[in-house]
């Protein structure tokens, strides 16, 4: 059996391989104040009968060490995907191309592909709101990143003297307690940022953008984006099993 997952710097997600190729319903565990290994470990106990993983993760070395020794021991083989030059009908482009995020890169294979041919814009509302732009043909033109929601006012909150509080619950432009202008203000902030943004890459590429949007944040972001956005927060996992599929050995 197939695996499936994305460890991001808040949240582990992963999604089983159906038999045609398919993945199932994306499941989440926050790491809380535990390191996202014994996340990882606690995922390779819930599936015993495990034979292959495709990991996409922005985590460090010391991460990526211990996740290859514990699949080795357990007999599990690994695919951690990693950022490219060119690869799965993207062309990177990073001065650096592997020092993309490979959870961007992911992204964009997965975008390009349900874009079917259209230009896209990959944005990602995760602890950081990623927002990367993909021309018609797969070409990556680069991106940029933002604090996201959640970090936003964490952020601001761990700075504040006083003993501060945000609400993200019922947000208003016109909030009237601190903790709801510090959630409104980091919500609608990021609203006006990801609308300004997709614009602005828009007015310079040469044919309209499909603009998806995936991450923890994304359906709670789209509730307030006046633009249209295709909403699809289990986007990597689709570009997971696209990457499995081309590179699998039938024997897994
Ligand atoms: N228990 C939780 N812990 C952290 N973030 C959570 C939790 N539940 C929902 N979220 C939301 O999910 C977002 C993180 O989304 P995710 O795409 O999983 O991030 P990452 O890929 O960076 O781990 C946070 O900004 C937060 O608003
Ligand atoms: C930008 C990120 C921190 C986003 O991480 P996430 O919010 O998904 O946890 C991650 O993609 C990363 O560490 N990227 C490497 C730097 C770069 O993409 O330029
Ligand atoms: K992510």
Redesign the pocket.
């Known amino acids: 059996m197939v695996l499936l997952v994305d460890a991001?710097?808040?949240r582990l997600k992963w999604s089983e391989l159906d038999a045609a190729g398919r993945p199932s319903i994306q499941q989440a565990a926050a790491y809380g104040d535990r390191p996202a290994l014994a996340a990882f470990l606690d995922l390779l106990d819930a599936y015993p009968n495990v034979g292959h993983i495709t990991l996409v993760h922005?985590l460090t070395h010391l991460f990526a060490e211990s996740v290859q020794a514990a699949c080795e021991q357990r007999g599990v083989h690994l695919h951690s995907v990693r950022s490219v030059a060119q690869a799965y009908g993207i062309t990177n482009g990073?001065q650096n191309p592997m020092?993309?995020?490979?959870?961007?890169f992911v992204g964009l294979v997965a975008a390009h592909r349900l874009a079917n041919g259209q230009a896209s814009i990959v944005i990602?509302c995760?602890?950081?709101?990623?927002v990367d732009a993909v021309e018609r043909q797969g070409q990556h033109l680069g991106g940029l990143?933002l604090p996201?929601l959640r970090l936003s006012a964490d952020a601001l909150i761990a700075r504040a003297q006083g003993k501060l509080s945000f609400s993200l619950e019922q947000p208003t432009i016109f909030a009237d307690s601190t903790s709801n202008a510090i959630g409104g203000g980091c919500l609608f902030g990021l609203v006006g940022a990801i609308e300004g943004i997709c614009t602005r890459m828009q007015q310079n590429m040469s044919s309209p953008v499909v603009r998806v949007l995936t991450?923890g944040d994304a359906e709670y972001l789209n509730a307030w984006l006046p633009g249209d956005y295709c909403v699809q927060p289990d986007l990597l996992m689709h570009g997971l099993a696209y990457i499995t599929e081309q590179t699998l050995c039938t024997s897994c």
């Open positions: 991001g710097n808040s922005v990073y020092a993309l995020g490979a959870d961007r990602d995760g602890t950081a709101i990623t990143i996201g991450g």
